[in-house]
Nanobody, 121 residues
Framework: QVQLVESGGGLVQAGGSLRLSCAAS????????MGWYRQAPGNQRELVAD???????NYADSVKGRFTISRDNAKNTVYLQMNSLKPEDTAVYYC???????????????WGQGTQVTVPS
């Protein structure tokens, strides 16, 4: 069994910063891509940023230059440093990890439970 546990959400004023963390644990053989998604009320879940096992990154246009994704492979953890936060960044943030839990089987996606980020207008 694999679990993803997120932390670091909260309420922050516009212009402030937050750092999200997501640690994967359990039966893990290897982790390929890891990423962060967000979902605001009434909206679909959208990609914020993702990172491959070798560190290649991809960002949504709306967060480029403000957010930075990173990972610590030794800790099976992905981070999202969020700076210059705006009210439109308010959402539930979810982490996703593409994990191989059995050596002979393909990878599959696992999701965290979500953490709320609120930036008041």
């Amino acid at each position: 069994q694999v679990q993803l546990v997120e932390s670091g959400g909260g309420l922050v004023q516009a212009g402030g910063s937050l750092r999200l963390s997501c640690a994967a644990s359990g039966r893990i053989v290897s982790i390929k891509s890891m990423g962060w998604y967000r979902q605001a009320p009434g909206n679909q879940r959208e990609l914020v940023a993702d990172i491959t096992s070798v560190g290649s990154t991809n960002y949504a246009d709306s967060v480029k230059g403000r957010f930075t994704i990173s990972r610590d492979n030794a800790k099976n953890t992905v981070y999202l440093q969020m700076n210059s936060l705006k009210p439109e960044d308010t959402a539930v943030y979810y982490c996703r990890s593409e994990i191989r839990s059995v050596a002979v089987l393909p990878t599959r996606d696992y999701w965290g439970q979500g953490t709320q980020v609120t930036v008041p207008s």
